[in-house]
């Protein structure tokens, strides 16, 4: 039994206070002091953890300054905050132990689109791949090109005046800003744009702390131009924040102090809105993946690349190409990078092809002709999905660090440093001779073209001897960057390096950049600590040994840090907050637009949990062994509202469909539903099951019997009175029918399984075995009728095993025991079968998969299930049995999430079994439909169920009934998503295929 679980850290009384009368003032948003969500907010995409006292989600500009009119009297004076946008910061930029802002919630809108003049005005949490999304339609982008593009904010994008491919021509953030609006810590809102000398000097004359800004701001960038000339870098990518250097343009007839509050990491004022500049998207774009042998000849090339003028050079290395082969990625690419153990991908865009072709021309000649030893080869594509496919393998490229083997992983420290592409591979090699003197792993990668290389040395942050490595190899990085005359901060801020900012910067500019904060934030109430303090006060700088994640993990017993190991290998690179309704991971992250529902948050939550169970002297248990009126007093406990770390793990797992998209999506492959099970086993050592869970794990073995009676059980649940007994009660909603007739009324079962052994070589050549899972047999019991007279058309002897419990439920709600018997159970009775040369064919992919995936990580022998197949596995193997139709009109097909994720070739299969029979069969990118088994039958997650359908599913589904017949869905699940909110039942593939061939036999007699 698990003992009762209490939060280490409480809230500070005076912050505690300050939540409660922020409640009571206008504030129109979320305010959240739970654990829950304040270890949510504790880390970003760094190797830091603090734990904020609070998290305030405000709705408007106007709840930002009433925060800060609140914040300014004289009880709440030691009262701080921090802006918060995508949490993809790699420095710790947006963690603070005091209130974090985010406005990622709500503050995430398209406010004004102006066509005419190409550009937009956004509020600070909009996305930027949501943004673009937008603008694609009008020909329009905002040009810097981040990684984590599909959950970056365009706020956190200011923040750290972000950059990313492409900005040798396209810039950063910060050359895109026409205005910005921002809150100052006193609750001034005012607003900044270019002006010219007159508008700066009528500003000057104005009182009170703007007047202030612009005169002192004027005042260090005349005074010190020269000074600032000789210190700044001739780089694209350089010092983030505070950019004195470019607050006056070339002609220094024009002011922009949008240049100071870019990049200055939320410590000078909240950005509220911003007025964006657009670039026209290129008409033309083409893409070379050069192949090297390794690493080195990659980066030596990349000088010579720049003198065909592309507009982006990215290298990958050896280390996340081999990474990438365990992930989804690689399918998609692999044909693309063949054996290459680095490459460099290399963009040049034009008004047309043959613009471009005149520009790529030579570069292509030079790679055919001249015989560069470490050039391998290359691949060429103007096709935007191939190119779109090539740079998801680069943005993944850090992410995918996090899944290398071992206690050791890539982390960023000293990730983004910059120097002069000319002094790039010098730089490197003395980079990589420093890392090789300590004996590390490490990856490269990055913006070859601006000299930005990315370099990730693998550590384990639970080792003490690792952890001081930190500042050993930082200190040794700081000066050998600073020889080769560049940057330790080329694109990811300055964070926890923040005290390295006076080597850069110099002690005279340093000192004027702490007027600056002063001028704009005298209490150092914003992000205190980040890049520098005050000028007169006292305040300390952070410090690059703050609080690390591995202080808390190394407190986790070994046991826990097995057993939980995907938890502890989430680097919080937060892939899992993104936000495109049509890509399948974490539908609850992005219903709820809260990231306690994210893999990641989940993950972080089990972390302190497993933590507090290990200072507890917890002695691990599966077994519900504690009596049953015990249990009884402890759930009521629950119910009365006492405080249990584990009911804020239950709650947040109460809310993963299971839908396994964390998977495939996740780059570290967190396993989300698994880990859920695993909890649900622990937690309910301790508190009550309801019965409802019985019910739901039960349900195969449930509607089995159901099967027998099926008009009676349908009558009974179909009346008006049991609906509402069933809603009441059970909490459940739409409850699904029993088929009739059942499949045991229409086909032959194998009911002798030792049968088939007397089977000859020749017969199990023809023959197939079909297994029944409790959904389509029983809900769907035509689908299994038209599966086995698919398969007699193409000519097998189908034999079908009588139905038995796959177990899935049981797994789903962390039976995991139960489970466990159900698997030895069945490899028993299906020994006979699985040792046949006769192919295994299931028909419901999340029963299917079953066996591959949670079975495997059970069963002793871990390839005893490898044969069950899913249809399209096998058929796709199958060409010469196919007629060949010729067929005018194209099926569109909708797969299930767990195809997706755990067979990733499953829905190009469908594709070509298709297109053998003459066919074209179009795949539908949509996310997960929402119903996800149980999950939306459950009343709770109704909601949510139908908000998740209707932001993918709904929007590609054809509106003509006409259409219908030609969308086909490969989910149980979905199929009654779509009949229960859209009024119709798509077929699934094998049901059109049936009358197709069907079709075909009938016209050839």
């Not at 939060?7 to 206008?26: V, Y």
Request: hydrophobic content about 35%; aromatic content about 10%.
């Amino acid at each position: 039994m698990i003992p009762r679980l209490l939060p280490e850290t409480t809230i500070n009384q005076t912050i505690a206070n300050f939540l409660t009368c922020l409640k009571e003032t206008t504030f129109s948003g979320d305010i959240k002091g739970d654990i829950a969500n304040r270890l949510i907010a504790s880390t970003d995409n760094s190797i830091y953890q603090i734990l904020p006292q609070g998290v305030v989600f405000p709705r408007t500009t106007e709840d930002i300054r009433e925060i800060f009119k609140l914040a300014n009297k004289t009880e709440f004076e030691s009262v701080t905050f921090s802006p918060r946008g995508g949490g993809t910061g790699t420095n710790g930029q947006s963690l603070s132990p005091s209130i974090i802002i985010d406005c990622s919630k709500y503050m995430n809108q398209v406010l004004e689109l102006n066509l005419e003049e190409d550009w937009v005005r956004v509020q600070p949490g909009i996305i930027l791949d949501q943004l673009n999304q937008i603008l694609s339609e009008h020909n329009l982008f905002f040009a810097p090109s981040l990684a984590p593009s599909n959950r970056a904010t365009i706020g956190g994008m200011i923040n750290t005046d972000a950059a990313g491919k492409g900005s040798r021509i396209y810039g950063k953030t910060s050359d895109h800003i026409l205005e910005l609006s921002w809150v100052l810590s006193n609750g001034t809102l005012s607003s900044s744009s270019q002006i010219s000398r007159d508008d700066l000097d009528s500003l000057k004359q104005q009182n009170g702390r703007l007047g202030e800004i612009y005169n002192l701001i004027d005042k260090i960038v005349s005074e010190k131009a020269e000074l600032i000339d000789n210190i700044f870098p001739k780089l694209t990518r350089f010092m983030t924040g505070y950019n004195v250097a470019k607050v006056y343009d070339e002609t220094r007839n024009y002011f922009d102090l949008n240049r100071i509050l870019a990049g200055s990491e939320g410590t000078l004022g909240i950005i509220t809105e911003t007025k964006l500049k657009l670039t026209k998207i290129p008409k033309a774009t083409q893409l070379l993946a050069i192949h090297y042998q390794n690493f080195d000849a990659a980066l030596k090339d990349a000088t010579n690349l720049l003198n065909y003028d592309p507009a982006a050079i990215e290298t990958v290395d050896e280390i996340i190409l081999e990474l990438a082969k365990n992930d989804s990625i690689y399918q998609e690419v692999k044909d693309f990078i063949c054996e290459a153990k680095a490459i460099n991908l290399v963009e040049f865009v034009g008004e047309t092809n043959q613009d471009i072709e005149q520009q790529i021309s030579p570069l292509i000649d030079q790679l055919e002709n001249y015989k560069n030893p470490g050039v391998l080869g290359y691949y060429h594509t103007e096709k935007p999905e191939e190119i779109k496919k090539l740079w998801s393998l680069r943005k993944k490229g850090a992410a995918l660090l996090g899944s290398m083997p071992g206690h050791r992983k890539p982390i960023a420290f000293i990730e983004d440093t910059a120097v002069s592409p000319e002094n790039l591979a010098s730089y490197t090699h003395e980079f990589q001779a420093l890392l090789n003197s300590y004996k590390l792993t490490y990856a490269m990668f990055g913006h070859v073209d601006v000299g930005c290389l990315h370099v990730r040395p693998a550590l384990d942050m639970k080792v003490p001897e690792d952890e001081k490595l930190i500042r050993e190899i930082s200190d040794q990085v700081v000066n050998l960057v600073r020889k080769y005359g560049g940057v330790i901060w080329g694109e990811h801020g300055k964070g926890f390096r923040s005290e390295y900012t006076p080597l850069f910067f110099g002690e005279e500019l340093y000192q004027d950049l702490r007027r600056i904060k002063e001028v704009f934030d005298p209490d150092n109430k914003l992000n205190p600590g980040k890049i520098v303090t005050p000028y007169n006060s006292s305040d300390e700088i952070v410090k690059l040994e703050s609080t690390l994640r591995g202080h808390f993990d190394r407190q986790v017993s070994q046991q826990f840090r097995t057993e939980y190991e995907a938890v502890f290998n989430c680097n919080g690179n937060g892939a899992c907050f993104n936000f495109n309704p049509d890509e399948i991971i974490c539908p609850s992250a992005k219903q709820t637009r809260n990231r306690i529902h994210s893999p990641k948050g989940r993950a972080m939550l089990l972390r302190e949990w497993l933590r507090l169970l290990s200072k507890s002297n917890f002695k691990d248990s599966f077994k519900e062994n504690l009596s049953f009126p015990k249990k009884v007093w402890y759930t009521l406990d629950k119910w009365q509202g006492k405080e249990d770390f584990s009911h804020d793990v239950y709650e947040a797992m109460q809310g993963c469909l299971a839908c396994k998209g964390c998977i495939s999506q996740c780059p570290i492959h967190v396993d989300i539903p698994d880990l859920k099970s695993q909890f649900l086993e622990r937690y309910h050592s301790r508190y009550l099951r309801s019965f409802r869970d019985y019910l739901m794990a039960n349900i195969e073995k449930l509607i089995y019997y159901q099967s027998f009676a099926p008009n009676l059980f349908n009558s009974l649940v179909q009346n008006t009175i049991s609906k509402l007994l069933i809603n009441k009660t059970l909490n459940l909603v739409d409850t699904p029918l029993i088929s009739y007739p059942t499949v045991r009324d229409k086909l032959p079962i194998a009911l002798n399984i030792e049968t088939l052994d007397k089977l000859s070589v020749e017969e199990q050549k023809n023959s197939i075995i079909l297994l029944q899972d409790a959904f389509t047999s029983f809900y769907e019991s035509q689908l299994v009728i038209d599966t086995y007279h698919c398969l007699e058309n193409l000519d097998y002897n189908v034999y079908i095993l009588p139905f038995f419990i796959n177990g899935k439920t049981l797994h789903l709600k962390g039976f995991i025991n139960n489970f466990k018997m159900v698997i030895h159970n069945n490899i028993n009775a299906l020994k006979t079968v699985l040792d046949l040369d006769i192919p295994i064919i299931g028909i419901e992919p999340s029963m299917t998969l079953t066996y591959r995936d949670e079975y495997e990580k059970i069963a002793s022998d871990k390839n005893i299930f490898k044969k069950v197949q899913l249809i399209q596995e096998f058929l796709v193997t199958q060409e010469k049995r196919f007629p060949k139709i010729q067929s005018t009109h194209p099926y569109y097909l909708l797969a299930h999430c767990h195809e997706k994720s755990l067979a990733f070739n499953s829905e190009k299969q469908w594709q070509t079994v298709f297109k053998n029979m003459g066919i074209s069969l179009n795949i539908v990118s949509v996310g997960c439909c929402g119903m996800a088994g149980m999950y939306g039958h459950e009343k709770e997650h109704y909601e949510n169920s139908k908000g998740i359908y209707q932001s993918s599913w709904q929007q590609h589904l054809p509106k003509k009934i006409d259409e219908q017949p030609y969308y086909l869905v490969t989910g149980y699940s979905c199929r009654s998503q779509v009949k229960r909110f859209s009024g119709w039942k798509p077929q699934h593939p094998i049901q059109a295929l049936n009358q197709l061939i069907s079709f075909s036999k009938n016209n050839s007699s």
